[in-house]
């Protein structure tokens, strides 16, 4: 199956910096999505981005799907930041399903 | 819409148990998935449906364990009988064909 590589796998922010966090997929996909888990357990979506890029409040996303590859950009952390993210991809094989990949455990201390 | 909902939040049961976890979809998706979360191998599928229909179960990780789709707005993950190490957080999702996918709260299930 496709594999999905993030980096770093640990990350420990002061609050109030800015970080980027990475994926890397082995294939071209047909889907991207970045994810939350706080610490209760949580997923919650952050961004469904094939390719392009998108900003949500603090956070923004870039998709370069020709070099199988995607970015999370966290500006301005906030202890709420805190969590595991995750990227998850479909291949292109008609397949709806996600691979997800190993996350970034993040942490912002105040 | 409520999201995907799944019960029960938490499951503590004795080995050799049968275990019962339900998932709701979100209303007018037609793709539904089950996946395991564990500290060893991560978010691991372990099967989907499209319409109902069981497409891929090649992760469902014995025959210990089984999913029905009833209908639409049901689906089950039964695992019958349960092992120590079936303990894990197990998700649902649900979507629409190559659409975003959104995950249910899950269920924590700890076999002893």
């Known amino acids: 199956g496709i594999q999905v590589e993030q980096s770093p796998p640990d990350l420990i922010l002061q609050e109030g910096a800015n970080s980027t966090l990475r994926c890397n997929f082995s294939?071209?996909?047909?889907?991207l999505q970045w994810f939350h888990q706080n610490p209760w357990g949580q997923l919650i979506n952050l961004f469904y981005i094939p390719s392009g890029t998108k900003q949500n409040g603090r956070l923004s996303a870039t998709t370069v799907a020709t070099e199988r590859y995607s970015l999370l950009y966290i500006s301005s952390s906030q202890t709420t930041d805190s969590g595991v993210y995750f990227c998850a991809v479909n291949p292109p094989t008609g397949a709806n399903n996600l691979f997800f990949g190993t996350g970034t455990r993040l942490t912002v201390i105040p | 819409d409520a999201g995907v909902i799944q019960s029960p939040r938490h499951e503590v049961t004795e080995m050799g148990q049968e275990v019962t976890l339900r998932c709701k979809p979100i209303?007018?998706?037609?793709?539904l998935f089950w996946y395991r979360q564990t500290m060893m191998r991560g978010l691991e599928l372990l099967i989907y449906f499209n319409n109902n229909v069981p497409i891929d179960d090649s992760g469902m990780p014995e025959d210990r364990f089984s999913a029905k789709m009833p209908n639409a707005s049901f689906s089950t993950l039964k695992i019958q009988p349960s092992e120590p190490r079936d303990s894990a957080v197990y998700f649902c999702?649900?979507?629409?064909?190559?659409?975003?996918?959104?995950f249910g709260q899950g269920t924590r299930l700890t076999v002893v």
């Open positions: 294939d071209s996909v047909n889907n």
């Open positions: 209303s007018g998706h037609d793709y």
């Open positions: 999702a649900s979507s629409l064909q190559n659409t975003e996918a959104f």
